[in-house]
């Protein structure tokens, strides 16, 4: 039993005799020290409330052209409860998607298809079924979000991407049974900003995601309206090599006005084991 | 020819001098026949295929170039190479004369004089897409003020997927998918979406009927049903009206398709479907009224070129929807008519990757709305569209038999 629970105390490691730079070692046995934040079941509680989350990321690689990958990263019942506030916060599905290559480029296909290179690579970012309601305002469900991105970045692997590009969305207020109230739509007249970076370890994780621009309502017009997200997890131990991470975190929304801090911990149930990681 | 490319070409160490090639064009080599591999005096690779009929070999570096004919790094899509099996003094004795050429590339895909590949051919019907566009005021959705025009539009589509299932029989089948494809104006809101789409083309090789005449010298005429299904579920429409918005929710519709023309790979018909649907409709100031509704519709659907670069869609709808609950008029009965034309290409890929045209027209005539006059009004769409994903069109029985 001892055996099986035994904690790794991440912050730990570097007093173990590790076998390599994922796997620890010590006289109860080997456990990682590496994990992978975006293969991973998980429930969250906080001063947010409790949640529960699936991510789950994987390359698409292809044979005949080694320099091409596409990195997919999907989130899937992404929900936050408040508890005892009627504040629920929720999406359906959420994915960032990039295709990394060794040469961006444009092709121009007048005459004779010509390649003009670019520094960056492409994707995109939607989200589908993000429902949010709360005591001060109408339930709102966001229908579809989706963004254009160029990733400045370039990274090789999922540890990194610095994204920008045009949005647009489409959410819709929602006042009781089949009663639609304002629509809220913006038609790529907003930008949005993807930042992400994680250790290589996968312990220390990070994300920002801000759009702004002007947001067309039924019932106001166009208005100037920003949003911002950001979060920061620190995994801080692990049981059975399933991590628990401290999570901040800050959202803003100019609409409302509200700007809300954050500060909770996550945990992992099921979750992808690191390839990195030998407990064998 | 660029200054490097030509330096690079001439370059080539297996005694083929630049001189014999031909200055504007590098032909590219055929993905469909053998290519050899050759080192030349200084130990580079070259790819080298050779037209035996014409006595012609093309060669090109085994590797890209870069911007000084330098060569960069192993060229991408390219099939594995063997060794050259007749010497290249042979040949030449032979009569054969060696060109400059572009290495060879997959279907769907080319080479520049440096061997760098891109994609060329874009299947459209395998894609997620988003877009933004220009749509001048339509009278039906501005009753107020019919010459405000000022409203823009975005589209998208989730994933738009189609495939084929027995591909290589006499009776393959098409299957359409689409989540959660949409559109959305604004000023004046007005949006449709639908959240699942399926249907399926079937072609039937036997007819269903085959019917022979005795006068004069008798003949068989056979009459093919290409029948097939089609279906939606999670569909919403809202329209503007003198009190608010109404709202149209499609549960769930069904309909047979009959095919009248399918092009090889089905991915190009003309044909008309009729069903049933159930549907559901929330007006601000008269509350919500579910319907039956019959639609029939004519639709077109057509990739006119092999590339995939230029794309039709035609369709007339009509749909009775019969209400439970009477309308404001007081008929359980009412009537929609709609009909809209699209036309979409690409104007150019960003890493492979198209970003596309598209310019639409379309009328509509409705009664079903309250304080929405019974009339025809016309729209028009412009804008562009970017779509992921999006890999070459399969080729075609006979070039998929040959690759």
Redesign the interface.
């Known amino acids: 039993v001892k055996a099986a629970l035994a904690i790794a105390a991440a912050t730990a490691f570097a007093g173990s005799a590790a076998a390599d730079p994922c796997t620890g070692v010590s006289s109860a046995g080997r456990f990682a020290l590496c994990f992978d934040p975006g293969n991973r079941l998980s429930i969250t509680a906080g001063s947010d409330g409790f949640g529960a989350t699936l991510a789950l990321r994987h390359e698409i690689h292809f044979d005949d052209e080694p320099d091409l990958v596409w990195r997919l990263e999907h989130t899937l019942l992404d929900a936050t409860h408040a508890g005892i506030e009627n504040r629920f916060s929720g999406s359906l599905y959420r994915a960032h998607f990039i295709r990394h290559a060794r040469d961006g480029h444009i092709v121009i296909p007048v005459g004779r298809p010509k390649k003009v290179f670019l520094p960056f690579d492409i994707g995109a970012f939607a989200e589908v079924g993000r429902v949010t309601w709360s005591d001060d305002s109408a339930a709102r469900l966001g229908i579809v979000n989706v963004a254009g991105l160029v990733d400045l970045a370039r990274a090789h692997s999922f540890r990194g991407r610095l994204a920008i590009g045009p949005s647009a969305r489409w959410a819709v207020d929602l006042e009781q049974m089949r009663a639609l109230g304002d629509h809220h739509v913006s038609a790529f007249t907003t930008g949005m900003i993807s930042l992400h970076g994680e250790s290589s370890n996968g312990r220390l994780v990070g994300d920002l995601r801000t759009e702004g621009g002007m947001v067309w309502h039924t019932g106001r017009g166009w208005e100037a309206e920003v949003t911002g997200e950001a979060t920061l997890e620190r995994i801080m131990l692990a049981i059975n090599d399933r991590p628990i991470a401290l999570s901040l975190g800050v959202r803003y929304a100019s609409e409302t006005d509200e700007a809300m801090a954050r500060v909770g911990a996550r945990i992992v149930l099921a979750q992808r084991r690191d390839p990195r990681v030998s407990l064998q | 020819m660029s200054r490097p490319s030509r330096a690079a070409l001439a370059a080539i160490g297996i005694g083929v001098s630049a001189s014999s090639a031909v200055a504007d064009e590098f032909p590219i080599m055929d993905h469909s026949r053998p290519v050899h591999c050759m080192k030349d005096t200084r130990g580079d690779m070259w790819r080298i295929q050779c037209d035996h009929a014409a006595k012609v070999c093309l060669y090109a570096a085994s590797e890209e170039l870069d911007s000084t004919g330098e060569r960069a790094?192993p060229l991408?899509?390219?099939?594995d190479c063997d060794p050259m099996p007749i010497a290249r003094a042979k040949l030449e004795e032979d009569g054969y004369q060696f060109l400059p050429g572009r290495a060879d590339a997959?279907w769907g895909w080319?080479r520049?004089e440096r061997g760098?590949?891109?994609?060329?051919n874009f299947d459209l019907k395998r894609r997620?897409y988003?877009g933004?566009g220009y749509t001048p005021q339509k009278v039906l959705d501005n009753l107020d003020d019919p010459f405000q025009n000022k409203r823009?539009?975005?589209d998208?589509g989730?994933l738009v997927l189609d495939f084929m299932t027995g591909e290589d029989t006499k009776n393959p089948t098409r299957h359409r998918l689409r989540f959660?494809e949409?559109e959305?104006h604004?000023?004046?809101?007005s949006?449709q979406?639908v959240v699942a789409h399926y249907d399926l083309s079937h072609r039937f090789i036997d007819p269903l009927l085959r019917i022979t005449t005795f006068v004069g010298t008798p003949q068989r005429h056979d009459l093919t049903l290409d029948l097939g299904l089609w279906s939606e579920a999670g569909g919403l429409e809202?329209h503007p009206t003198p009190i608010g918005?109404s709202?149209i929710?499609k549960h769930a519709q069904a309909a047979i398709t009959l095919d009248l023309w399918q092009s090889p790979r089905m991915d190009s018909f003309i044909r008309v479907r009729s069903g049933m649907g159930l549907e559901?409709q929330?007006t601000?100031g008269t509350g919500?009224r579910s319907a039956i509704t019959e639609t029939s519709a004519f639709e077109v659907d057509w990739v006119v070129d092999d590339e995939g670069?230029h794309n039709v869609r035609f369709e007339v709808v009509h749909e009775l929807p019969r209400y439970f609950v009477p309308l404001i008029g007081g008929q359980k009965l009412a009537q929609r008519m709609r009909a809209r034309l699209q036309y979409e290409a690409?104007?150019?890929?960003?890493?492979?990757?198209p970003l596309t045209f598209k310019l639409a027209a379309g009328g509509e005539k409705r009664d079903d709305i309250f304080g929405v006059p019974d009339r025809w009004a016309f729209v028009m769409d412009a804008g562009l569209r970017?779509s992921?994903w999006a890999p070459p069109r399969p080729p075609s029985g006979p070039i998929r038999a040959a690759l």
């Open positions: 790094k991408e899509r390219v099939r997959p080319t520049d760098r590949v891109f994609q060329i997620l988003f933004v823009s539009s975005l998208f989730m959660l949409g959305v604004v000023e004046p809101f949006a979406l809202i918005h709202s929710w559901g929330h601000d919500y670069f690409i104007v150019l890929a960003i890493n492979d990757q970017f992921l």
